[in-house]
């Protein structure tokens, strides 16, 4: 039986992990779950825990959701940054 994205799922998607490839990440998440045989009880908690990882991964390599840092960028000397 194949995995269908709701309507729901879709709307939460753009709004909560905007820099996801939903196809791609889908595919993924089908492709491992099918390989593991698991079932799982709330297939649609258990993909946007997916969807929520995919995001985090993005954003910490910088590549969409959260801004870029410059790494030569040192004006937080001067405004009382980090330390």
Not at 31 to 53: C, E, I, L, Q
Not at 54 to 68: F, L, S
Request: charged content about 30%; proline content about 7%.
């Amino acid at each position: 039986m194949p995995f269908l994205m709701t309507a729901e799922m879709l709307a939460w998607a753009k709004e909560k992990v905007p820099a996801v490839n939903l196809d791609r990440e889908t595919e993924r998440f089908c492709d491992y779950w099918t390989g593991t045989g698991k079932a799982m009880a709330d297939w649609p908690s258990t993909w946007r825990n997916w969807m929520r990882r995919a995001q985090d991964d993005i954003e910490r390599r910088g590549q969409g959701g959260a801004p870029k840092s410059d790494p030569n960028d040192t004006s937080w000397i001067h405004e009382g940054g980090p330390l």
